[in-house]
Structure formats: C-alpha cells, structure tokens
C-alpha cells in the first residue's frame, strides 16, 4: 500500500524534552512538508523539503528542527525552545514534478505534559 | 501575510440537499487552489483541486474558481450526514506551498 505514516499516533512530553515525530512516505514524492494544527486556527507550515539534503523553514520554524538525509523520511523534532508544543502536527508529501497537491499522513497529537 | 478566509460555520444543510461551502483568497498570483475534508480527529483527506477558471465536476463535488474576484467555491450536491466534517480551502502560488484556510464545518442532518 502506497502512503504516508507517522508515528507515534499520540506523544506526551515532558516540560524541557526535545521529542521527534516520524514521517515516512512510499509514494516516490520529492517533496515533504511538516505542519503544526491547533484548535480554530488553519494548518500552518513549519518546514517543507523539496528534495533530500535540503529543506526550508515555513512559517512557524522557531523551536522545531527537521532533516531529510533519505528521500522517504522527513523527520520533526519538537524542541525546548517550542514554547508551546502542544498541538496535532502533520506530515504531509507532493510528488514535486508540476503538481501540487499535497497528501497528508494521519498526524501525531503531542501532548506538553 | 497572504490570507485564506472562510466562514468557520457550522453551514447546516438538511439529508440531500446542496451545500456550498466558500473561500477567498488575497493572494492574485495564486494558481493552484484545492479542497480537504476533515473528520474530527483526523487528517485532511484531498477532495478536490482545480487550476483554471471555471468549473470542475468529480461525483458529487464541484469546485468552481473566479479568479477575476479571488474566490472559489465547493458545492456538494445530495448531502449525506456522512459529509458532516470540516472543510479546508488551501492556496498555493503555483510553487509547491499551500496557505491553508481555518475551514468551514458543515453538518448535515438527517
């Protein structure tokens, strides 16, 4: 089956923890995104990569950090810095090649205990 | 800041009839323009995405785009309670970022 996963599908962290939620896709997309959803307001953009070994910040980058050293995986790490984490963050993948639809994985909840 | 503004709702329609769900956009240079549903608790689900002018019919779903007044809008013809969700319109330049709207909640009753 062809997809997006991440996981865990719920995370609690402690205040001070930095913790890294998993995106894997196997669709053969180029690029990857990571978005950050909380109650009444849209999906905002945190870092998006359109090709391994490089990736950009979005929006709202302060206090996460990303890498994409293989073309399936595009990891978020949420750090101390993120002064409030808690959220339900979402990858999501688009083949990169004139089009730009964008396919989501089914999110991680993390929870700043 | 390039926007994406929809009415949070709820838009309530009755079992079978059409619902319109809209969305502007302030961005002119926008090319791309799409339509998520999202059940509570879950992650957007692609429906729609239309590139040019007009009208683009998939089942019970047409979108339809103006981009003279920066507006596009998605109508779904026989609702069914099961379309009671949140609705996202997302906008993108025509390179790969997409600004994404709060979304509209439709319910549908039976």
């Known amino acids: 089956d062809g997809g997006i996963t991440q996981s865990p599908k719920y995370l609690f962290r402690k205040e001070g923890q930095n913790v890294t939620l998993s995106c894997e896709q196997n669709l053969n997309h180029d690029a990857m995104y990571w978005y950050r959803q909380d109650p009444g307001q849209g999906l905002r953009l945190i870092y998006y990569?359109?090709?391994?070994?490089?990736?950009q910040k979005g929006d709202i980058a302060e206090g996460y950090s990303v890498s994409r050293e293989k073309k399936e995986s595009f990891p978020l790490t949420v750090t101390s810095a993120q002064k409030n984490p808690t959220a339900f963050y979402l990858c999501?993948?688009?083949?990169?090649?004139?089009?730009?639809?964008?396919?989501f994985g089914p999110g991680t909840r993390l929870t700043v205990l | 800041q390039k926007e994406v503004e929809q009415n949070s709702g709820p838009l309530s329609v009755p079992e079978g009839a059409i619902a319109s769900l809209n969305c502007t956009y302030s961005?002119?240079?926008?090319?791309?323009f799409f339509w998520y549903r999202q059940y509570s608790g879950k992650s957007p689900e692609l429906i729609m995405f239309i590139y040019s002018n007009g009208d683009k019919e998939d089942g019970r779903f047409t979108a339809q785009l103006n981009k003279a007044s920066q507006y596009v809008s998605l109508l779904i013809r026989d609702s069914q309670p099961s379309d009671s969700a949140t609705y996202l319109c997302?906008?993108?330049?025509?390179?790969?970022?997409?600004?994404f709207g709060t979304g509209t909640r439709l319910l549908v009753s039976p």
């Open positions: 997302a906008v993108g330049p025509g390179f790969q970022k997409l600004v």
């Open positions: 999501a993948s688009s083949s990169g090649r004139g089009a730009n639809e964008q396919f």
């Open positions: 990569s359109q090709i391994v070994n490089d990736f």
């Open positions: 961005d002119r240079g926008s090319q791309s």
